[in-house]
């Protein structure tokens, strides 16, 4: 019984590609994040879409495009990919009003 | 802005015994605050939040934390530890009026050892 999920689990590619993740949940929630975790450990939010609308962007280069296409569905897009965007990359989903979230169990990008 | 600390980058203890992992914030307005585990190659499990109300806090796994407004601390207990705990502990913290932006600590590696 997934709650959020996200695929590939793993995903190893060149520099320069394009590869997409996927992430879908299925708790009727209404928003939807991406994080990316360093090799420290550090979590940090890249972007959070309510109702197939985003609302934070963190700083993040444009090479990184999140698409919606409803709001069970949350994928992220990453162009021509670079040795730093190596890390692992969790999908969250929450409804209001508190919005605690629930997080996919994560994709782990390495980037050769 | 928010920000939050996690002082101890790793904790050693052994089996049985308690344990404390430290979290402090900094806000000027109203926080929610919460408590995620993350154990080995997994994603993040919400282990416990404190919303308001009673500043004693009961979560999973016979996990509980203690908001303390004056120290502006959050610091997570557990009386006996398992070796099943050994996992990665983060402390978050988001505005209560905006809980869409969760600001997460660098996180605490508690190892319990046998």
């Known amino acids: 019984d997934t709650a959020v999920s996200q695929t590939p689990k793993y995903l190893v590619t060149q520099m320069g590609n394009d590869k997409s993740i996927k992430c879908e949940q299925n708790?009727?929630?209404?928003?939807m994040y991406w994080y990316k975790q360093d090799s420290k450990k550090f979590l940090k939010i890249m972007f959070s879409y309510n109702n197939k609308e985003l609302i934070i962007n963190e700083t993040v280069p444009n090479r990184f495009s999140p698409k919606s296409p409803d709001k069970a569905h949350l994928n992220l897009h990453i162009n021509s990919l670079e040795l730093g965007d190596s890390a692992v990359y969790f999908c969250?989903?929450?409804?209001?009003?508190?919005?605690?979230?629930?997080f996919g169990p994560g994709t782990r990008l390495t980037v050769l | 802005a928010q920000s939050v600390t996690q002082l101890d980058s790793q904790v050693p203890v052994f089996e049985e015994a308690p344990v404390e992992l430290r979290c402090n914030y900094s806000?000027?307005?109203?926080?929610?605050l919460f408590w995620y585990v993350q154990y080995p190659n997994q994603g993040l499990q919400l282990l416990l939040k404190y919303l308001s109300g009673s500043t004693l806090v009961k979560g999973i796994n016979g996990f509980e934390a203690e908001f303390n407004k004056s120290q502006t601390s959050f610091h997570l207990r557990k009386p006996s530890v398992h070796i099943s705990d050994t996992a990665e502990y983060f402390c978050a913290v988001s505005v209560a009026y905006n809980t869409d932006k969760l600001i997460f600590g660098t996180g605490t590696r508690l190892q319990v050892f046998p």
């Open positions: 806000s000027s307005v109203s926080v929610y």
């Open positions: 969250a989903s929450s409804l209001p009003p508190v919005n605690t979230q629930y």
């Open positions: 708790l009727g929630h209404d928003t």
